[in-house]
């Protein structure tokens, strides 16, 4: 059975492509063999497609699904399964942007504190090192813009993630409240 994703979980142009291509594969390699959530929301969506409406198309897909010995329960935790996996991925994110953040934000702010200390020592000597402060006066003005430029990258980078996790999280808390409310 080839399950389409994005349909299950109405992934749009308006989330960031990179971030849902990430969970899509997260969710695919962590994907369970037997019948599961997956599986199950790719008939209900099959047959919403062919207009069969919501509660019809649940328990439908669902009565079908228990002829091969799907249970409630194991629906359930089949579509917590991929929350959890989710929520991993969201972890790694978290652990990424952390890095990023100390690699180009702090790692500019180190050598803006260093550049400054260089310019008061120089102060201190002769009137012939104003040259060379005024070197560093200028790579310390270069560095403030790209510290605001990496901060709003990253701040794009977080606010798309967070963007696409909120919509995956939110279609499986629907689903999971209407297989609950539905079966």
Known sequence: ???DLNKI?????????KFVDALLRAIKN????????????????????MNMDVDTSYKSAF????????TKEKLLKTANHYKIVLNKEREHFADALKNQRSEKISGKLEEVEILKNK????????KQM???????????AGADSAIEKEKEKIETI???????FEHFAEVLDHDIDSINNLL
């Open 63 to 70: 009565a079908t699904a228990q002829t091969i010995g799907l």
């Open 158 to 164: 977080k606010n798309n993630f967070v963007s696409s």
């Open 1 to 3: 059975m080839n399950i």
């Open 30 to 49: 962590n994907a369970i063999k037997e019948f599961d959530y997956l599986k199950f929301m790719h008939s209900v969506k099959s047959m919403q497609e």
């Open 9 to 17: 979980f109405n992934t749009s142009s308006e989330l960031d492509k």
């Open 119 to 126: 310019i008061l020592e120089y102060e201190e000597k002769m």
């Open 130 to 140: 104003n040259k060379e402060i005024a070197i560093y006066q200028k790579k310390i």
